[in-house]
C-alpha cells in the first residue's frame, strides 16, 4: 500500500533529522603518531562494522519472518512487521541519500530503491522483507569472507608479543615490546617469536621462517647469522641484537606492502563495474516504459536483471585470496596488477648472476705444478683470503673446510682492488688472484697454467693463480654454481606456455652461451652493463613479446620497470628496496612455476566471477516476459551469488592445507620434554 510507502520515507526523514540534532560535534584532539599495531588493525580489525553488520542481518531475518505471517497467516501482524522493516531498511535508504546528495549519482542503489519501494507498494511483504535480508546478508558475508583473507594475507601482525625479555647488566628482564630500542639484547627460548630483526650475538636455535619466507623446513641459525621479526624458534635459545623494531621490521614493511595490494582492483572487476554504471540508467529510463504496460511486478524483476554490486562483491574477494595464497607460498605480491597479468606473459629473461646462479661459485679443478700438493695450494688461498667476505673467497674456504683443512695465521696482508691479495706468513710471499695480477707482478705463468686457464674460460669458468715467493705454484678453478632448481623450472615454464627464455649478463660469450646451452635457452646475451638490461626488454618488448624479467631488484631498477611484470629473489632482507612487482621470500626460484600457476588460476577465477554475475541478469531479464515472480527473481539473485561466493573462496581451501602442514610441522619439530607423563 502507498501508506506503508508513505510512512517509511515519514519514519526515515525523523531518524535522519533526529541524527542531526542529536549529534554532537566532534572535539578536537592532538593526532597520535599511528603505530604498526594500529596500522594492522586498520586493516584486520573490522569488529565494530562485523557487530552492527550482524545486528541487522538478525533483525531483518526476524522482519521477513513476520512479513510471511503477515502477507499468509495472520494480516494483524502488519505495524510490527513494518517496524521492523523500516529499522533494517534504514541503513540501505542512507546509502541512496549518499548517492543522490552527497555524490550526486543515479547508480544501482537508487536503481534497487525503486525495486524495494514498488515491492512494498504492491503488498509484496515477504518479497520486501526478502530484498532487506538479501541486501544485509550479502554485505556481512562479504565482510566476514574479506575480513578473513586479509587476515590470512597479514596473519604476521598476529605474530608479535607484547612483552620482551632484555639482558640488562647480565639480569634478564620483561619489558613490553615498545619499549625495545636499537642495540638492546633480547633473549629468545624454544616456542617463541622473535620480536625484533637482528643478529645472534650468543646461543644456537632451530628457526621456523615460514611466515616470511615461505620455507617449510626450518633453518639452523648460530652466531653472526640474522634473524627477523615473527620468525619462531623451534628448539634453542639466542640472544639477539636488535638492529629494527616496530614499523622498520621486515614484517612490518611487508605488512605495509600487502595493506597496498591488498586493496587492489583487477581490469576484471573495473570492466564489471564499468557495465553496471552504463547499463542503471537505461535501466531507469526501461523501467519507466515496463511499469505502464507489464505492470510494477515485471518492473521490479527488470530492476533485478541488473548485474548490481555482485561483481563488487566477488571480484575483491577472489583476487585477496589468491593474493592470500601467495603469501603463504613465500611468494610477496607488492603490485596486484603483477599477478593479474602474470598468466600473459610469453617470455622470461633471467639475470645470470645471483638468479641461475648462486651468488658464492664452486671450487672446481685444483691444478698445481711440480713443487706442490693440491691441498698445500687450497690452504695457501684460503689463508690469504680468510678476512675477505667476497664471493669467491668464500668458495675456496668454503672448500677448504671441507677438505678438513688447517688455516695458518698471516702475518700482514696487502689487497688490491679488482687485481688480488698479498700474504706473509713463515718467511714466505704468498699471491693470490688474477693472471693479470700476476703480470703485474712480473711473475711468469707457466704453460700448463695457461692451457688450463684456456680451457677453463671455454667452459665458462675463472682460474685463480696462486704464486709462492714469486712463481706460480698452482691454481684453482672457480665454477658458476647453477642454482639446483633451475633445470626443473625451465620445464616447469615451458609446460606453462612461455615459448622464449633468454639469459642477460655481465660476462663474457663463453660463460653465457655456455649456460644458455646447457640449461635449454632460446637466446643470451652478453657483456651487457647493468643499466643496459633495459634496452634488451625494450627489444623484445618491440618484437611483440610480453616480457617477465627475473633478477636482482635493486641493481637491475631500470630493467624492471621497463618489463611487464618482475620478479626478484633478494629475499626478505631488502624488502624495502627491492624495485620488483613480486619477490620471491625465500631467494630462490623454487616457488616461480606456483606463482604463474597462481595467476593463471586466478584469472580463470575472475572470468568465472563475471559470468556468475552476468547470468542471473540474463535469467531475470527473460523472467520480465515469463512472468516470475518478485520472489523468484530474487532467489535467482542469491543463488548465483552464493556460488560466485563459493567459487571465490576456492584457494581458501589450499591455503588451509597449508596451515595445516605447518601446525603439523611445528609439532614434529618441538623439543621432547623428559619426565612427562
Same mark, same amino acid.
Given at each position: ?84 522493516? $523500516? ?68 596473519? +604476521? ?15 634478564? $628482564? ?115 516504459? +515496463? ?211 633468454? $639469459? ?119 523472467? +520480465? ?15 548465483? +551469488? ?36
Amino acid at each position: 500500500m502507498l501508506l506503508e510507502v508513505g510512512i517509511t520515507f515519514a519514519v526515515y526523514m525523523g531518524v535522519r533529522l533526529y541524527e542531526k540534532y542529536t549529534k554532537k560535534p566532534p572535539k578536537s584532539r592532538r593526532v597520535k603518531p599511528v603505530k604498526k599495531s594500529q596500522i594492522a588493525k586498520k586493516i584486520v580489525d573490522t569488529s565494530e562494522t562485523a557487530k552492527q553488520y550482524e545486528y541487522y542481518l538478525k533483525i531483518s531475518t526476524i522482519s521477513m519472518g513476520l512479513s510471511a505471517i503477515r502477507q499468509f497467516i495472520f494480516p494483524p501482524l502488519g505495524l510490527l512487521s513494518l517496524g521492523l522493516y $523500516i529499522h533494517t531498511f534504514i541503513p540501505f535508504m542512507k546509502k541512496v541519500e549518499k548517492s543522490l546528495f552527497k555524490e550526486r549519482q543515479v547508480n544501482v542503489d537508487v536503481l534497487f530503491f525503486l525495486g524495494d519501494i514498488l515491492t512494498l507498494a504492491i503488498n509484496q511483504y515477504l518479497a520486501a522483507a526478502f530484498e532487506v535480508w538479501l541486501f544485509h546478508a550479502a554485505r556481512n558475508t562479504a565482510l566476514k569472507t574479506k575480513s578473513q583473507s586479509e587476515k590470512m594475507l597479514i596473519n +604476521v601482525f598476529e605474530q608479535q608479543p607484547r612483552q620482551v625479555w632484555v639482558l640488562e647488566d647480565n639480569v634478564e $628482564i620483561e619489558i613490553p615490546i615498545e619499549k625495545v630500542k636499537v642495540n638492546d639484547i633480547l633473549v629468545v627460548n624454544t616456542g617463541e617469536v622473535i620480536p625484533v630483526d637482528g643478529l645472534i650475538t650468543d646461543g644456537l636455535a632451530t628457526i621456523d621462517q615460514q611466515a616470511l619466507t615461505g620455507e617449510s623446513q626450518p633453518a639452523e641459525k648460530e652466531v653472526g647469522d640474522r634473524v627477523f621479526a615473527s620468525t619462531i624458534v623451534i628448539t634453542g635459545r639466542i640472544y639477539v641484537k636488535v638492529e629494527q623494531s616496530g614499523q622498520k621490521t621486515t614484517i612490518a614493511k611487508i605488512g605495509h606492502l600487502l595493506t597496498h595490494s591488498a586493496h587492489f582492483k583487477s581490469n576484471i572487476q573495473l570492466k564489471g563495474e564499468k557495465w553496471a554504471n552504463q547499463i542503471t540508467l537505461p535501466m531507469f529510463l526501461m523501467s519507466g516504459i +515496463v511499469l505502464p504496460t507489464l505492470g510494477p511486478t515485471s518492473t521490479v524483476v527488470l530492476i533485478r536483471s541488473h548485474i548490481g554490486n555482485r561483481i563488487r562483491y566477488l571480484a575483491p574477494l577472489g583476487t585477496l585470496n589468491h593474493l592470500a595464497l601467495a603469501s603463504h607460498k613465500g611468494i610477496l605480491i607488492k603490485d596486484g596488477r603483477a599477478l593479474e597479468s602474470l598468466h600473459q606473459i610469453d617470455t622470461i629473461l633471467f639475470d645470470k648472476t645471483g638468479t641461475l646462479t648462486h651468488e658464492q661459485p664452486q671450487v672446481g679443478k685444483i691444478i698445481v705444478g711440480d713443487r706442490f700438493e693440491k691441498n698445500e695450494i687450497l690452504t695457501y688461498a684460503a689463508a690469504a683470503e680468510r678476512k675477505f667476505t667476497h664471493p669467491i673467497a668464500k668458495a675456496i674456504l668454503q672448500k677448504a673446510d671441507e677438505c678438513h683443512l688447517t688455516l695458518p695465521n698471516i702475518e700482514d696482508s696487502k689487497y688490491q682492488m679488482g687485481y688480488g691479495v698479498t700474504v706473509h706468513l713463515e718467511n714466505q710471499t704468498i699471491k693470490v688472484g688474477s693472471s693479470r695480477f700476476m703480470t703485474k707482478e712480473g711473475i711468469t705463468i707457466p704453460e700448463t697454467i695457461k692451457k688450463a686457464q684456456e680451457l677453463s674460460h671455454a667452459e665458462g669458468h675463472s682460474l685463480v693463480l696462486v704464486a709462492v715467493n714469486h712463481q706460480v705454484g698452482g691454481a684453482i678453478e672457480i665454477q658458476p654454481q647453477v642454482r639446483p632448481e633451475v633445470k626443473n623450472i625451465i620445464s616447469g615454464l615451458r609446460q606453462r606456455g612461455i615459448k622464449h627464455i633468454a $639469459i642477460v649478463s655481465g660476462d663474457h660469450k663463453q660463460p653465457t652461451q655456455s649456460m644458455a646451452k646447457e640449461l635449454g635457452m632460446d637466446s643470451y646475451f652478453y657483456d651487457i652493463l647493468p643499466e643496459n638490461k633495459a634496452l634488451i626488454v625494450e627489444q623484445l618488448q618491440k618484437e611483440g613479446k610480453s616480457v617477465c624479467f627475473v633478477g636482482d631488484g635493486i641493481n637491475d631498477a631500470i630493467a624492471m620497470k621497463k618489463a611487464n611484470v618482475s620478479i626478484s629473489l633478494r629475499g626478505a632482507s631488502l624488502i624495502a628496496t627491492d624495485m620488483a612487482n613480486v619477490v620471491l621470500m625465500d631467494g630462490n626460484l623454487s616457488h616461480l612455476c606456483d606463482l604463474f600457476d597462481i595467476s593463471t588460476d586466478l584469472d580463470a577465477n575472475l572470468q568465472k566471477s563475471l559470468i556468475l554475475t552476468l547470468a542471473p541478469g540474463v535469467i531475470n531479464l527473460s523472467g +520480465v516476459f515469463l512472468h516470475f515472480s518478485i520472489l523468484t527473481s530474487l532467489i535467482v539473485n542469491a543463488s548465483f +551469488v552464493i556460488v560466485g561466493m563459493i567459487n571465490a573462496n576456492n584457494p581458501l581451501k589450499e591455503i588451509k592445507k597449508i596451515e595445516r602442514e605447518t601446525r603439523s610441522h611445528h609439532k614434529t619439530n618441538l623439543p621432547v620434554k623428559h619426565g612427562e607423563l
